[in-house]
């Protein structure tokens, strides 16, 4: 470094201590543009994944269903999961469902995996408890109501078919077997005992059902066919969801994958709008940002308005005064930026605990964006006030005019 390199950064610290609380001001007002800048950098970065998690809540956004006559096995379901990436699968759950008879009364099982059931209805509420294995049921509210069924109740769910040549029949009981006196035809009324550990209300449909074990659906009925639907929440938005959709459809001859319109549709709309409203009032900010600093900037010039004009009758160039007045500029914007990337993740923390209730993700590389906004934005706001600077008339202004 020369010696002229160093006499132009003395001039320029020396400037900006003297004129100290003229340039505190011009650098919180970077410093709060640069904290809400980051801040919302972050967050905007950061809302698909938090407005995913939180649209979660309403249940799974895709379903699989068979494309044919045939149910969905378990082979195809997997090859239909392994199309999403593995963090964006939150959880999915098979359906089966197969009429029944309880107090001789007609109604509905739905085989599922009830260690999976919550990560795609969270929003399900049990009085009592989740079953935790078989031999144990969850009844719906109105199944509840219409059958007389509370929690703690054993029931004994019926299925009754025609006994054949190919029915495995070893593991039932010999008195569930009667023959048709008509026909002569064998029957079979197979039985199988649940536990109702919990009542399920939603409000919807789910409460019209008793939810049992797959395995336990697979015993009473002598065979595992398969499912009939297939429940899938995934942490992705409605494009690469339909871009899923598109490739299992088109690969997969037995399954058909669907979105759930009500719940990815309403999520992009949300997720638009909430983005749109951060851009603005990010553009807001620096604008605000932007003013505050050319007003400071501006202050300070016409205060120096004689050393500008002494040392351009001593000879100086545009140039150099445009240098020096750009370099303080730069040099607060810098700092700005720096100290607003580490304040605007504490203030995008806040907010997203506060809004979504979760911790926000810090992303590195946003901290230089962070920083050449903030440069960028005080290097545009100096410009108005150093052509004033350059304007200066040496002799008006040390006549004192």
Not at 8 to 34: C, D, E, N, T
Not at 74 to 87: N, V
Not at 153 to 180: K, L, Q
Request: aromatic letters at 8%; one cysteine or more.
């Amino acid at each position: 470094m020369n010696k002229k390199q160093k006499m132009f950064i003395r001039m320029v610290v020396a400037s900006l201590v003297r004129r100290r609380s003229r340039m505190i001001v011009a650098l919180l007002a970077i410093v709060v543009g640069a904290t809400i800048l980051s801040g919302l950098e972050l967050i905007y970065y950061d809302v698909p994944r938090q407005m995913s998690s939180q649209f979660r809540s309403y249940g799974a956004n895709v379903i699989f269903t068979p494309s044919g006559d045939d149910n969905i096995q378990r082979e195809d379901l997997e090859k239909g999961i392994s199309e999403f990436s593995s963090d964006e699968i939150e959880g999915y759950t098979p359906y089966r469902y197969e009429n029944t008879k309880i107090h001789n009364m007609p109604a509905t099982l739905a085989g599922i995996d009830f260690d999976s059931v919550l990560k795609t209805s969270p929003y399900w509420h049990i009085s009592g408890n989740m079953p935790s294995g078989v031999g144990q049921a969850l009844v719906g509210a109105k199944v509840a109501e219409n059958l007389g069924i509370k929690q703690g109740d054993t029931v004994s769910a019926v299925n009754s078919f025609e006994v054949t040549e190919e029915t495995d029949t070893s593991d039932i009981p010999a008195y569930e077997f009667y023959s048709d006196p008509e026909s002569g035809e064998l029957y079979c009324d197979h039985s199988l005992d649940l536990e109702v550990t919990g009542i399920l209300e939603t409000g919807g449909s789910e409460e019209e059902y008793i939810y049992v074990s797959l395995d336990d659906l697979t015993s009473l009925y002598l065979t595992d066919r398969g499912y009939d639907i297939v429940e899938v929440s995934a942490a992705a938005m409605q494009d690469r969801l339909s871009q899923v959709a598109e490739t299992i459809n088109s690969k997969s001859e037995t399954i058909s994958a669907k979105l759930v319109k009500r719940v990815t549709a309403s999520e992009s709309s949300v997720l638009t709008k909430l983005q749109s409203l951060v851009f603005i009032v990010t553009a807001v900010v620096l604008v605000l940002t932007m003013i505050c600093v050319a007003t400071t900037m501006t202050a300070v010039i016409t205060e120096r308005r004689k050393e500008i004009g002494l040392r351009k009758a001593l000879g100086a160039l545009n140039s150099s005064i445009i240098a020096e007045f750009m370099c303080e500029g730069l040099l607060l914007g810098g700092v700005g930026g720096i100290l607003g990337s580490v304040l605007g993740y504490y203030f995008a923390q806040f907010v997203s605990m506060n809004v979504f209730s979760s911790s926000i993700t810090f992303r590195p590389l946003l901290i230089p964006i962070t920083i050449a906004a903030s440069v960028l934005v005080t290097g545009l706001a100096c410009l108005i006030p150093i052509k004033s600077a350059v304007e200066v008339d040496p002799a008006l202004v040390l006549k004192g005019e």
